[in-house]
T-cell receptor, first 113, second 116 residues
Framework: SAVISQKPSRDICQRGTSLTIQCQVD?????MFWYRQQPGQSLTLIAT?????????ESGFVIDKFPISRPNLTFSTLTVSNMSPEDSSIYLC??????????FGQGTRLTVV | AQSVTQLGSHVSVSEGALVLLRCNYS??????LFWYVQYPNQGLQLLLK??????LVKGINGFEAEFKKSETSFHLTKPSAHMRDAAEYFC??????????????FGTGTRLLVSP
């Protein structure tokens, strides 16, 4: 299994500011994934983060809004930039173990006021 | 492209009754299919997964699901509901490649309500 720690677990932020979410894994992984879960909706993949290269973003998500860092094989950050109330969501990171299973962090519950 | 449709945003059952949560998928390649559960204010936990082996998959907490290619379905069932089963359930699909297995497309979720 994999133990994933996300920080912060929740935050309330002012519009126009930025928040950086951290994801720490207890073992080395090649890929880390960032998802967004908007209120009452399902999870949507934001981007895939590989160590040593730029993140790959899904349609509808751009690097300027959601910059991602992946400095090593156990850590990644997602920044939500220039926030608006529409960014209020739960943000989750996940990692995989080959084809066996995908593990999720507990999520960061973000409220933008 | 892959997609998942979960029929019914809410399902209500009585404790002890059969649980049936519906999931239909669309995939141009043989899919890998998953059911996840999310308890209030918690992350996602894997219930079970189908990866092209046995079509009837047994998971944790007494849940099971059957892969039916002809119906493009992967419905989740449990013979007898418990109060602790009340949660949000997500069906997800991937394309089975090394990266695809880890990159999931989720359905919109079904909230299971269990009454005494």
């Amino acid at each position: 299994s994999a133990v994933i720690s996300q920080k912060p677990s929740r935050d309330i932020c002012q519009r126009g500011t930025s928040l950086t979410i951290q994801c720490q894994v207890d073992s080395q992984v090649t890929m880390m994934f960032w998802y967004r879960q908007q209120p009452g909706q399902s999870l949507t993949l934001i981007a895939t983060a590989n160590q040593g290269s730029e993140a790959t973003y899904e349609s509808g998500f751009v690097i300027d809004k959601f910059p991602i860092s992946r400095p090593n094989l156990t850590f990644s950050t997602l920044t939500v930039s220039n926030m608006s109330p529409e960014d209020s969501s739960i943000y989750l990171c996940s990692v995989g173990r080959g084809r066996r299973e995908t593990f999720f962090g507990q999520g960061t519950r973000l409220t933008v006021v | 492209a892959q997609s998942v449709t979960q029929l019914g945003s809410h399902v209500s059952v009585s404790e002890g009754a059969l649980v049936l949560l519906r999931c239909n998928y669309s995939s141009s390649v043989p899919p890998y299919l998953f059911w996840y559960v999310q308890y209030p204010n918690q992350g996602l936990q894997l219930l079970l997964k189908y990866t092209s082996a046995a079509t009837l998959v047994k998971g944790i907490n007494g849940f099971e699901a059957e892969f039916k290619k002809s119906e493009t379905s992967f419905h989740l069932t449990k013979p007898s509901a418990h109060m602790r089963d009340a949660a949000e359930y997500f069906c997800a699909v991937s394309d089975g490649s090394i990266t695809g297995f880890q990159k999931l497309v989720f359905g919109t979720g079904t909230r299971l309500l269990v009454s005494p």
